[in-house]
């Protein structure tokens, strides 16, 4: 009886912990319980269709090769680009340049002190290896100096050259790894430094966003506060209909994992920030954040 009432106290601790985890930590959680760990890479063997590469320098320049090429430019098609998507690009004359007026405004150190506060801990560091809890750590000095950097990269449109340095993983997109490199997902390490100065950025743009009327309706996911569960639960009626109705319905997936491997990153800007209004000068800033030269690992 004992050894049963013991049992009993133990499962109820740990569902208890797993409810907390699942309020505090969802995200964990659910990986938790669905069984979604991945067993990390190690290349000791490369398997193309034809060969199985087993020397290490081999490996690292066939590594080196793939995720070059997974990053590669991808020619446009610009009969299909001038006849049907350039009408979609087309300057909105609605927008009003005073809006983006806070964009340009000099960052302040009790900005900066809000945002590493939101930063979350145990997360991978940057080739520098300096962490988001160095970062809480640091004193008033420190957070000075980090304002001032981030304010003059604001006002030259400009960012360390060391900023667009960093570091690939490959992540397994099954549970193992069993040496083909297509089965894998590049992630990649930024310099925190450079990441919060990006989250400040990207609140500035929230707000702007989400004050006024510049984005579609349709971006579910874009500004805080939406979501993909309203066309989810949409979609989940459609079905629903059909199923007991005994409609006829069909349904289009597109799979856009691959979609940025087509976009001139500089034209992409360009277009965005002219069709958006945003101010000029922070074209070259945009252009900047979004130039990585990596590393990998």
Not at 154 to 175: A, D, E, F, G, T
Not at 208 to 236: C, D, E, M, R
Not at 268 to 288: H, Q, Y
Request: proline share 5%; charged share 15%.
């Amino acid at each position: 009886m004992k050894n049963s009432l013991l049992l009993c106290q133990q499962i109820q601790k740990a569902l208890e912990k797993r409810c907390e985890t699942l309020v505090s930590h969802p995200k964990q959680a659910i990986s938790s319980i669905l069984n979604c760990y991945h067993k990390p890479i190690h290349f000791t063997t490369i398997k193309l269709p034809d060969q199985v590469i087993t020397e290490p320098n081999s490996i690292k320049q066939h590594i080196q090769n793939h995720f070059e090429n997974w990053t590669a430019h991808k020619p446009i098609n610009q009969d299909l680009y001038q006849n049907f998507w350039k009408q979609h690009y087309q300057l909105q004359l609605h927008i009003n340049l005073e809006w983006y007026h806070s964009l340009t405004q000099p960052i302040t150190t009790d900005e900066v002190i809000n945002t590493i506060n939101q930063l979350p801990n145990g997360k991978a560091c940057g080739p520098t290896g300096i962490s988001y809890e160095m970062i809480k750590h640091a004193g008033p000095t420190c957070i000075h100096a980090i304002t001032a950097l981030f304010n003059h990269c604001l006002n030259s449109n400009q960012i360390p050259k060391q900023w667009k340095h960093s570091r690939i993983y490959p992540i397994p997109k099954r549970n193992s790894f069993d040496g083909n490199l297509n089965l894998t997902r590049p992630i990649s390490l930024i310099e925190h430094i450079r990441k919060i100065y990006t989250k400040i950025i990207t609140n500035r743009l929230n707000a702007v966003f989400t004050q006024h009327s510049i984005l579609s309706p349709f971006n579910y996911v874009a500004l805080p506060g939406n979501s993909t569960s309203i066309p989810i639960h949409i979609l989940n009626n459609f079905i629903e209909d059909a199923s007991c109705n005994h409609k006829e319905i069909w349904l289009l997936s597109q799979d856009m994992s691959k979609a940025y491997r087509f976009c001139k990153i500089k034209i992409s800007i360009k277009t965005i920030t002219l069709r958006s209004r945003i101010d000029s000068a922070m074209f070259s800033l945009f252009e900047n954040l979004v130039r990585i030269k990596a590393v990998i690992k």
